[in-house]
């Protein structure tokens, strides 16, 4: 295969024999690094080379003039906009970077496209006033500061202009528009020599208004890459910019544009459908795996989506020795540029910090080689439920063994920003001594140092980047901006390049991922104040031009390529609706291509996996470990676990895996019970075994504020309950003590007695079963214990909901088979443990539920059939032998060996 350059380079030695004195200008500097390679192996002999130079530094050259980095002149324009009258009110730095980008954005489009100053703007002017507030309105004064601000639009725009000027600088359109202006002194000085223009396409208005001038010295040529097929077809988008030169250049009015045409047609295209981006990689690295070294060599994988080069250099095969990676990998979102970001967050919320934040920094790698045991303060914050942190909390938390980097992390109170850089700084300089680094990790570190050296530079140029936003604002521009360059070469291995890299460069075997619309082309973008009529009027370009450009990018891929794999991701996520391309659809109606093309899917071997349920024998070792719970004795919700699921009872209870101890922001459920349940035995406590009275409840009702805010104190430890939904569950905790001690008033004032016997009593008794042959034991806590007009009545509190049903029982094997019946049981547990305790001929045990608490006591009934109204509520020796023989039942299984723990389905 002949590339472009090739040829184009053939075609020039037969009429220029002086190359030496040419200048040739490429569309970027990998082109030009890739022509002036070309120059090198095609040479015989020595010779001097010609002037080979990118557009862009062909237009500094013609300028003076040295196009400025984004971020300065975001700076600088902020400068001038400071100094520019007319704008009423000024915004701060911070303000200002919310729209000055889309501003200066729009002043280099009008630029680069020549488009009049003063018209503009006039146009501009108006079409606000018309589309905003109309022209008959009266205006108010908010009204007369809006259309103030583009009224003084054109003032900032001149004014910036001459402040870049006076420093020898400007933005990229000011650059091109000066050069399209002093054209005619670099034609006075330079236009004996020839010029070479290669590989363009889309070309804005200065480089159009540049390359005629130069076209009219007669030694300028420009060489178009294009496919005939293409140039032929009047609605094609790839080849609409060279057709639109040809119509209205005068230069190609009287000659014809040197096309440098694709010739080969025999192409194989397949178009393979991936299931998602990671789908995509993963079928390169497939397809990589079968080609040869010598395949692998004219093999160039382009990425659409940049982003998705970390996950390709990891599925690349054992096969492919050497890579040459022509972008920068992004160090936006590393783990290490997050661990900076996490620290400006700091400086951006005062103390006390948020738990989360102090978190994510002290499980990042780095801070726990830098620490000693960041994870006992992580314990410590969540035994001590701290939702936020001071700084010498945490301090006094680390010790001093850990106070530097504490303090590194942590601190701040400066003063201004330098001191925050130079903290910074000095942060880097710990990093470097005290960790050891991968080569990785050094290479991104010495770019985040750049940055803080950059901005140390930029505090001392600008006086108004004092605030902490405006430096995490500046830090993430320059981190947007940095990428980490690989070393390759680029004359060996596999190539893998972004879509623009491609540019001027053929390859005979193509792999392009991420054929999606909204990725090729990238779709509409709306960060621009310019309408579309205003950019219709002046010839700005228009999505469909920008199309264009991505459709030329695309189709040029497969000018001179043998073999093309084009992949797509049919997934839908966020924004992307998982379509693919329409160039592909282009592509498979081309009636020279579709011949060409054939159609792939790739998926994922997919393997059908019986799911069976967990099975786990009873070794000696768990059957010793049931000893040891029997004999320390089951409880009710022990039992029960093992009832909704013997897998869970397992885990939690022979293994001891528990849920891991977490900072609650809002109280947990648990919580609040507890709390509840220690306040009413606490308000309670003196009454015990003494008649309730109405005017001591009423007194007690008085103390439930103080009761309940020492419980939370207690349980919730140093959480924060004085606002927001902490406040909504302390008034609620309250709530409940009230409800329950006005219950009790209540029925005091109808008549009714009521003795406390007990309070979170706590009972155990042995249960003698012939089969087991160790001692097994049954306790539980039970809320309360009271006579209500002297019937002897147990009761659990429920800060969940509980209705009537839970504690009807119909069949007794349910209670020992079916979770639902899980209250009842629990009831049925303490009204037998009682009975062990206490000798009694019947008893009445149920739930109070705060959630259903209209209900009132909600008593245990065994019911003869399901839909009866009625039922037994009192509680005899005839029940209890029942619900000793479900219990004997459930702990039995739960014992034997033979028996394994057997995972359930739980629907």
Known sequence: MKTFIE?????????????????????SKRAVGFLKRTLAKESGAPFFSPKIISIEEFIEEISGIAIVDSLTLLFSSYSVYLNTEGFSEKDTFEEYTSWGQAVLNDFNEIDRYLVPKSNFFNYLLSIQTLEKWGVK?????????????????ELFYENLNDHLLKEQSGYQGMVYRKAAEDIEHYIVSNGNRNHYFLGFNALNSAEQSIIQELLETGNTTVFWDMDPHLLKDADHAASYFLRNYKNIWNYYQNNAPSVIYSTNINKEITITEAQNDVGQVKYVGQLLSTYTLEMLERTAIVLADESLLTPLLYSLPNNVESINITMGLRITGLPEVDFFDYILDNFLNPEPFFYKKIEKLLLHPWVKKLMVSPETILQFIKTNNLSSISHQKLVDIGGLQNKEVIELLFRSDFENINEIIVHFQSLIKKLHASISLTLIEKSILAKIEAIFERLTLLTKQFDYLTTPLSLKNAFNQLVTKASIDFEGNPEKGLQIMGILETRVIDFENVILLSVNEGVLPSGKTNASFITYDLKLQFGLPLHPEKDAVYAYHFFHLLFRAKQATLLYSSQSKGLRTGEKSRFLLQLEIDYNLKKSITHHVQTSPISKHE????EIEKTPEVINELRIIAEKGFSPSALMSYVRNPIDFY?????????TDAVEETIEYNTLGTIVHEALEKLYAPFI????????????LKGVPAEVNQQFQKHFKEGDFSKGKNLIIFEIAKRYVENLINLDIDSLKNGNTIKILALEETLKTE???PEIHFPVYLKGNVDRIDLFNNQLRIIDYKTGKVEQKELDIVDWENLSQDYKYSKAFQVLAYAYLYQKHISFKEVVAGVISFKNFNSGFLSFRKKEAPRASKGEEKINSEILNSFEEELKKLILEIV????PFIEKEIK
């Open 689 to 700: 075994n003494s008649f309730l009275k109405e005017e001591q409840l009423s007194k007690c």
């Open 767 to 769: 249960l003698h079963f």
């Open 611 to 614: 799911k069976s349920l967990k």
């Open 7 to 27: 040829e184009v380079l053939s075609q020039i030695k037969i009429q220029d024999k002086n190359l030496s004195r040419a200048v040739f200008i490429l569309p």
């Open 137 to 153: 309105n009266d205006q108010t004064p908010f009204i007369k500061k809006y259309l103030s601000f583009w009224e003084t639009l």
């Open 896 to 899: 034997t060996p033979s028996i």
């Open 651 to 659: 885990f939690e209870r022979i293994l001891g895996v528990n849920e």
